[in-house]
């Protein structure tokens, strides 16, 4: 069975999406621990009622390099048997840059969810950033993470009307809706083992 470790930072309704579906829908996949790097991100109390064991790695006071403060969440998931052979990494919401040397360990095992239709709009505000560009659509993406800013391998993509009357929140609001639909389905095809990359391309089998 493989071992799932979910990142966040923060709401969690990513991670409370994919708990859901995985209990639901009966994926393959067992949720070992959910790791936030705020001690006061909601999402930790919503991992508890399904029972999943939290852990708080603060990052805000951390002194050390990206490595050093990636090294103590790669022994958490270490602990908790999400590993490099038999774990999926789901940042879900998790607002931190990750060490190439992280993602070189968990190579193709570490996965994202953004909130616009990549390679438009990386980064922080994705919404604000459609909406100020003047995007007609826009959308999430599930992606593998490179040591790259949003650049990762595409699994899959959602689309989002963007409507003339539109403000941040009312895209993000049906923004999310579908994030929760797509990320879940994205765990759902990894615990098949249906997701094959080859160079810049996932391919679902
Ligand atoms: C989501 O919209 C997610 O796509 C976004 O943060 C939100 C987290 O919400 N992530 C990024 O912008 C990463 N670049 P959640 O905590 O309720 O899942």
Redesign the pocket.
């Known amino acids: 069975m493989l071992n799932l470790g979910i990142l966040?930072?923060?709401?969690?309704?990513?991670?409370e999406a994919i708990l859901k579906s995985i209990k639901r829908n009966k994926i393959p996949i067992k949720p070992a621990i959910v790791i936030s790097n705020k001690a006061d991100a909601r999402?930790l109390k919503i991992a508890q009622k399904f029972g999943i064991k939290t852990e708080v790695i603060e990052s805000r006071e951390f002194k050390g390099s990206r490595w050093e403060y990636d090294k103590k969440i790669i022994d958490a998931l270490t602990r908790h048997k999400v590993t490099p052979q038999n774990g999926l990494v789901c940042l879900?919401?998790f607002?931190r840059i990750i060490s190439p040397e992280f993602v070189e360990r968990y190579r193709n095992r570490i996965i994202?969810?953004?909130?616009a239709l990549l390679p438009s709009f990386p980064?922080?505000d994705?919404q604000r950033q459609a909406l100020d560009y003047g995007a007609k659509y826009s959308g999430?993406t599930v992606h593998f993470v490179d040591s790259g800013v949003?650049t990762g391998p595409i699994i899959l993509q959602a689309v989002v009307k963007i409507k003339d009357s539109d403000t941040e929140e009312s895209l993000?609001k049906r923004?999310?809706a579908k994030?929760h639909q797509t990320y879940a389905k994205a765990v759902r095809l990894f615990a098949e083992k249906r997701i094959k990359v080859s160079g810049r391309r996932a391919v679902i089998i």
């Not at 966040?8 to 991670?15: A, L, T, V, Y």
């Not at 994202?112 to 909130?115: D, E, G, L, Q």
């Open positions: 966040i930072s923060g709401r969690g309704s990513n991670m999402g879900a919401g607002m994202n969810i953004h909130p980064g922080l994705a999430c949003d993000s923004i999310l994030e």
